[in-house]
């Protein structure tokens, strides 16, 4: 009886830390969109309670492919899955944080936010119609700027991605023929190009590349001082990216749970919006409760404290109304 006893008591202590160990390190993996503020929220988050934060910043597509495969504790994905897809994969969703997608360009004399480009250009440069900086539609929208005669190098992302997802669905949206010859998603055969792998890789590649044109998530470009452009949005002004054009952006979305929270933000009407703006969202696999409810703990303490870190590195703040919403989720789905 006694050994019987002291088994045990040995195996609840061997539970006791693996539950221990499970909640002191919570491993995540997807977008490289919202890496910057997700490891500062972890950095801080882990001072105060010991809990780490284990992210691979691997791509959107990969995020899905690992919280579908449940080898993750959570997924991460710039491109919200539809209700259908979280239903047929049994997952939850709820979006984190808002940012915007630039492009980014390596140009000689000019400055970042000088160049100006709308969506026609961006596109026909994407598409590999514009060739040249001082082609004639780009020499229209910059008047008495001194633009480049080489030939432009177009970087995109060579693995699946989020922030590849809302610049197609930005450019699907706007642009027929773009709609029409490469269409829209985390992965697209873009006509010409090199490929970077995650937003670093795409910030690198046009750093190195005199004339080079790429699209990353903008704290990529403030880190890595990069020429960024303005664009024109859909109420017809050119705006810089920025806190408030995102933020402008945001203010629109209307963002509901039944839904699981399921929206672009591209192409806002607003008057200052950022035309190429998108929530990153967290994914959760439904009948992970435990586990679940640890990465709740840590964005419910990002929510309530983590907006001064986000503001920082220039994504914008979930409003308060919105997270509300997603806490009543939370409730209703028994993760709080």
């Not at 979006?95 to 026609?120: E, H, R, T």
């Not at 890789?201 to 044109?213: H, I």
């Not at 192409?267 to 009948?287: D, M, Q, R, V, Y």
Request: proline share 5%.
């Amino acid at each position: 009886m006694k050994v019987l006893l002291r088994i045990a008591l040995v195996l609840a202590v061997m539970f006791s830390m693996t539950h221990v160990e499970a909640a002191e390190t919570l491993n995540g993996a997807g977008a490289t969109f919202p890496y910057p503020v997700y490891s500062a929220w972890a950095f801080d988050y882990n001072k105060i309670t010991g809990v780490q934060l284990n992210y691979q910043s691997i791509g959107s597509g990969g995020g899905v492919r690992q919280i579908t495969e449940r080898t993750v504790h959570f997924g991460a994905s710039d491109d919200p899955l539809k209700p259908e897809q979280l239903q047929k994969d049994r997952l939850l969703q709820f979006p984190a944080v808002i940012g915007g997608v630039v492009p980014v360009a390596n140009l000689d004399g000019i400055n970042p936010g000088q160049l100006k480009l709308d969506s026609d250009t961006l596109c026909k440069i994407f598409l590999g119609e514009i060739k040249t900086w001082d082609a004639a539609a780009v020499q229209k929208l910059n008047p008495g700027l001194k633009l480049p005669q080489g030939e432009i190098t177009v970087v995109y992302r060579s693995d699946g991605s989020g922030t590849t997802a809302i610049f197609t669905h930005y450019l699907a949206e706007a642009c027929p023929d773009w709609k029409n010859k490469v269409g829209e998603g985390k992965a697209v055969k873009f006509p010409i190009g090199i490929g970077g792998k995650g937003n670093e890789g795409v910030a690198n590649y046009v750093k190195r590349t005199r004339n080079a044109v790429g699209y990353v998530e903008f704290a990529y470009a403030k880190q890595n001082k990069l020429d960024y452009a303005q664009l024109k949005n859909k109420a017809g002004n050119f705006v810089e990216p920025g806190f408030a054009s995102f933020e402008d952006a945001a203010e629109t979305g209307d963002f509901d749970a039944k839904k699981d929270f399921h929206l672009w933000l591209t192409n806002a009407p607003g008057k200052g919006s950022w035309p190429i703006a998108g929530a990153t969202f967290i994914l959760l696999a439904k009948e992970k409760t435990d586990t679940n409810k640890n990465v709740v703990k840590f964005f419910d303490w990002a929510f309530k404290n983590g907006d001064n870190k986000a503001k920082e590195l220039v994504y914008v703040p979930l409003p308060k109304s919105l997270k509300e919403k997603i806490k009543a989720y939370w409730k209703a789905n028994g993760l709080q």
